[in-house]
């Protein structure tokens, strides 16, 4: 129970018994300013895999896989200067098909997009002019199985690449430096099978992984990868009424 302020119980001893509720609605959270999304585009594209990034000259690609009844074929986009009156409703198709993984990153006027099909073959095709023309697929690797859930990648600000990959329980790691790619590695942390992934480059790679703990229980965990897998396995969120303890070192 909360006690009446002095004002309220000022209020309450007036003559008149008509309450009157002053209400001020502030668009905050935690302080922080919340941002009001405008929707620039309505298309009739299926909702699945899909990715974007942003060259540096501004423009927009984005890349997107379609459904399993369409053969999961691999389609992107340039748009050029997004706002609201462009033309997000062109895709081109890549010839490539059973993808079941995609992820895109860019950095300056290179754009690599990746992605992971049914013959495990990890893939990448990159471009040097904002995403304005592409190269030939590149086969980098292979995943263990077909059973993953998520793929991600990101740049350095030096030009290195690193995409990771969720292979079941497991977390591969693959690093593009001096411009050779790097023998993929794994991590040593135990979990339940994973979900996705999501990575961004900040003195470090600091990454978010879903999934579930050995206990079955769901779990959105950070990561941050550098010369070694760091001692950082955080647990950030776990559902109310679940049980468990953090897994780390």
């Known amino acids: 129970m909360r006690d009446l302020t002095s004002t309220l119980l000022t209020a309450q001893k007036e003559a008149s018994r008509t309450p009157f509720v002053k209400v001020e609605a502030k668009n905050r959270i935690a302080g922080v300013v919340r941002l009001d999304w405008s929707r620039f585009y309505d298309g009739s594209e299926d909702d699945y895999f899909h990715t974007l990034t942003m060259p540096g000259d501004g423009s927009i690609i984005r890349v997107r896989v379609t459904l399993p009844s369409d053969a999961r074929k691999l389609y992107w986009q340039r748009v050029a200067d997004p706002g609201p009156s462009s033309d997000f409703s062109g895709w081109t198709y890549t010839g490539q098909y059973n993808c079941i993984a995609v992820a895109a990153a860019s950095l300056g006027s290179e754009v690599s997009i990746f992605w992971i099909n049914s013959s495990k073959e990890v893939r990448r095709i990159k471009s040097t002019d904002y995403g304005a023309s592409w190269g030939s697929p590149e086969l980098i690797d292979y995943s263990a199985t077909t059973a993953f859930n998520g793929l991600a990648a990101t740049y350095k600000p030096n030009g290195d690449l690193a995409i990771f990959f969720a292979d079941q329980a497991t977390l591969y790691v693959k690093k593009h430096i001096g411009g050779n790619?790097?023998?993929?590695?794994?991590?040593?942390?135990?979990?339940?099978?994973?979900?996705?992934?999501?990575?961004?480059?900040?003195?470090?790679?600091?990454?978010?992984?879903?999934?579930?703990?050995?206990?079955?229980?769901?779990?959105?965990?950070?990561?941050?990868?550098?010369?070694?897998?760091?001692?950082?396995?955080r647990h950030l969120v776990r559902p109310e009424g679940t049980s468990g303890s953090p897994l780390g070192w």
Not at 200 to 221: E, H, S
């Open 181 to 233: 790619w790097q023998a993929k590695s794994a991590w040593d942390k135990t979990t339940g099978n994973l979900s996705s992934v999501a990575v961004v480059y900040d003195d470090d790679w600091n990454i978010l992984v879903t999934g579930t703990d050995t206990a079955g229980d769901y779990r959105l965990w950070s990561l941050i990868y550098g010369r070694w897998w760091r001692c950082c396995f």
